[in-house]
């Protein structure tokens, strides 16, 4: 006798997406001092007939809502927490800029471990090279 397989969240998560026709869901990885390119990328994939989830937040600029230490690092806490979600509902990562430090290294290995797929807008700093050459 056999058994149904149970369904994990993240098969439950990809058939709804299907079950509702959502389209294709990317996620924009890299450092801030990169918005400007962000908000490029997001224009092109949207274009392009995507959903695109980004960093909301550049908190190298300077903002009231995080002008204190005391405010400011809670707040980068929970904005890392929250990308962390963005990665895991989207279907691919695209990340942006010629330069990877430590915060985007760790969001390209958590996509990574997750299977999402990974593109780069610069191939040349991809810290993984076995990974798929991008579309």
Request: charged content about 25%; overall charge negative.
């Amino acid at each position: 006798m056999s058994y149904p397989q149970l369904l994990t969240p993240e098969d439950k998560l990809a058939q709804a997406k299907q079950d509702l026709n959502i389209p294709h869901i990317v996620a924009i990885c890299g450092s801030t001092r990169f918005m400007a390119d962000m908000q490029e990328a997001n224009l092109r994939e949207t274009v392009a007939g995507n959903i695109v989830v980004a960093p909301g937040c550049n908190m190298k600029e300077p903002h009231a809502l995080w002008g204190a230490p005391e405010q400011a690092e809670p707040l980068k806490a929970r904005l890392d927490v929250l990308h962390r979600a963005k990665i895991r509902l989207a279907d691919e990562v695209l990340v942006v800029g010629d330069y990877i430090g430590d915060s985007t290294r760790a969001e390209i290995r958590y996509a990574a471990s997750l299977g999402k797929p990974i593109r780069y807008t610069h191939p040349e700093v991809n810290p993984q090279p076995t990974q798929e050459p991008p579309r």
